[in-house]
């Protein structure tokens, strides 16, 4: 939908994990379409309270057809069960809509 802070959430049920990095790929649409460009990535544990892990601003390397970027998380000492993907700003064709092809979060699990 064409909303502000739209999110996508990922629980990872009875694991929780240390994030140190995540990957994201854009969608298949060419350069100045509906790319990611501003958001953040929280952590929680109880899917209520969010801790920021990362933001971005006017990113711009997402912006291709199935673009593909890694992105470093902040050493932190916390572990979650829930991460989140937060669009926080308009996207590269200055809208709210949410949209990427995949994510993947690196770090360590328990």
């Known amino acids: 939908t064409n909303n502000a802070n739209t999110w996508i959430r990922f629980n990872f049920k009875n694991k929780k994990i240390n994030p140190s990095h995540y990957s994201i790929r854009s969608h ?11 958001w953040v990535i929280e952590g929680s544990n109880d899917d209520n309270s969010w801790s920021i892990l990362d933001s971005r601003s006017n990113d ?10 890694t992105f470093n998380i902040q050493p932190q000492n916390q572990f ?23 994510i993947e979060f690196f770090g360590r699990l328990i």
């Open 28 to 38: 298949t649409k060419s350069a100045l379409s509906n790319h990611l460009r501003t």
């Open 60 to 69: 711009t390397s997402l912006n291709d057809y199935l673009a593909c970027n």
């Open 80 to 102: 979650y069960q829930y991460i989140r993907l937060r669009q926080t700003g308009k996207n590269n064709y200055n809208r709210d809509y949410l949209g990427i092809t995949s």
